[in-house]
Structure formats: structure tokens, C-alpha cells
T-cell receptor
Framework: AQKITQTQPGMFVQEKEAVTLDCTYDTSDPSYGLFWYKQPSSGEMIFLIYQGSYDQQNATEGRYSLNFQKARKSANLVISASQLGDSAMYFC?????????????FGAGTQVVVTP | NAGVTQTPKFQVLKTGQSMTLQCAQDMNHNSMYWYRQDPGMGLRLIYYSASEGTTDKGEVPNGYNVSRLNKREFSLRLESAAPSQTSVYFCASRDGQQETQYFGPGTRLLVL
């Protein structure tokens, strides 16, 4: 079984600052994928970034980067230069890639509020 | 491309009523999923369909049934709604060549 833990229920960050959202996971699968999704107040789930367990480099997508530490089983999301539009709930998720089903297991989420 | 679409956006049911949530995707994805999101929680998988013609249970399947009508459409049915099924329901799809799932806008369901 896989498990995702997000220990920060909420965070305030000032505009233009960087913020790190923590995510730790527990899995016995040798091959897995880690995802971050953003859920603004409007409710939709927006894909941000993906990291495969065998990827050698940390994933980056624009202002988003994933600090992947495999030995520590952590996959923290870093948002650089925060903008007001970054205020949202952020979810970390994991899937097993050794099968083709792609089922996602989500953490409970971290609420981010960006202040001017 | 519309991506993943869901209908209805919002529904109120009485306990014991039935309804079907519809989901369609126009990305030619093989796999489709139904999740539910309860307040203060992440999404939990109800059912999934790895490919057309197959369906399987996820983490919380009790009280639900699904139909993979064709490659585009994947519906979720509540036969006898219960207040515990009050939730936001998300449909998602995935291309088998990539890992990323893309989500629909969600259906907000209230069971009284």
C-alpha cells in the first residue's frame, strides 16, 4: 500500500517570495510517480508537475520545481516568486508505475495563501 | 479540445434516490477514473477503467457502480444515495503512454 503525508495544513507566504510545500511518502513499489496538483477556490484540479522515481534530475515546470529526495522519501514542491494567483490548495499524489493502471493516492493537501 | 467534461455540475438528491454522473473525454485516453473529495481531504479513488471494456474497484467503491460506455465516456451511478455520499466527484483520464491524469471540473453532490 502507498501513503502520502502532507504535514502542513496551511501556509501564508508573501508575494514574490518562494514557498516550499512538504510531501513525504511511503511505498514498497520499486517504480512510482509523484505528482503535484493545484486546486484553486473554483474547485478544479490542475496538474503542476511530475517526477518519476527513476528520474535522475529534479523536475521543473516554470516557477514550479520538485525537490525529490528518494532516500528520504520526500517530494517537496517549491514555488518560486509567489503570485496572488498561487493561493490555492496543493495536493501531492503518488502512483505505482509497475502496472498500467495509474491509480493515484492523494495526501490531505496544504492550503497556501499568498499575501500582497 | 474540451478535455474532460462532467455533468451535472451540481445536484441535490434525497436519500434513496438514484442518479448517474456523466464523464466524457476528447483526448483519446485509454484510462479513466472516478474520485471523490470530502471536506478537508484529498481525493479518493472510487472506480477506474484501465481501458475500454474493463472496470475495477478503487479504494471506496461501496454504493457505486460504473459503466465504461465507450472509449470517451465513463459514468458513475449511485443506485440508492445516502448522506455519506455527499461529496465532490471528479472524473479523470490518462493517456497510457504518460503518467499524468487530467481532471474534469467536478460534480458537487448533496444528499439530504
Amino acid at each position: 500500500a502507498q501513503k502520502i503525508t502532507q504535514t502542513q495544513p496551511g501556509m501564508f507566504v508573501q508575494e514574490k517570495e518562494a514557498v516550499t510545500l512538504d510531501c513525504t511518502y511511503d511505498t514498497s513499489d520499486p517504480s512510482y510517480g509523484l505528482f503535484w496538483y493545484k486546486q484553486p477556490s473554483s474547485g478544479e484540479m490542475i496538474f503542476l508537475i511530475y517526477q518519476g522515481s527513476y528520474d535522475q534530475q529534479n523536475a521543473t515546470e516554470g516557477r514550479y520545481s520538485l525537490n525529490f529526495q528518494k532516500a528520504r522519501k520526500s517530494a517537496n514542491l517549491v514555488i518560486s516568486a509567489s503570485q496572488l494567483g498561487d493561493s490555492a490548495m496543493y495536493f501531492c499524489a503518488i502512483s505505482k508505475t509497475t502496472d498500467s493502471w495509474g491509480k493515484l493516492q492523494f495526501g490531505a493537501g496544504t492550503q497556501v495563501v499568498v499575501t500582497p | 479540445n474540451a478535455g474532460v467534461t462532467q455533468t451535472p455540475k451540481f445536484q441535490v438528491l434525497k436519500t434513496g434516490q438514484s442518479m448517474t454522473l456523466q464523464c466524457a473525454q476528447d483526448m483519446n485516453h485509454n484510462s479513466m477514473y472516478w474520485y471523490r473529495q470530502d471536506p478537508g481531504m484529498g481525493l479518493r479513488l472510487i472506480y477506474y477503467s484501465a481501458s475500454e471494456g474493463t472496470t475495477d474497484k478503487g479504494e471506496v467503491p461501496n454504493g457505486y457502480n460504473v459503466s465504461r460506455l465507450n472509449k470517451r465516456e465513463f459514468s458513475l451511478r449511485l443506485e440508492s444515495a445516502a448522506p455519506s455520499q455527499t461529496s465532490v466527484y471528479f472524473c479523470a483520464s490518462r493517456d497510457g503512454q504518460q503518467e499524468t491524469q487530467y481532471f474534469g471540473p467536478g460534480t458537487r453532490l448533496l444528499v439530504l
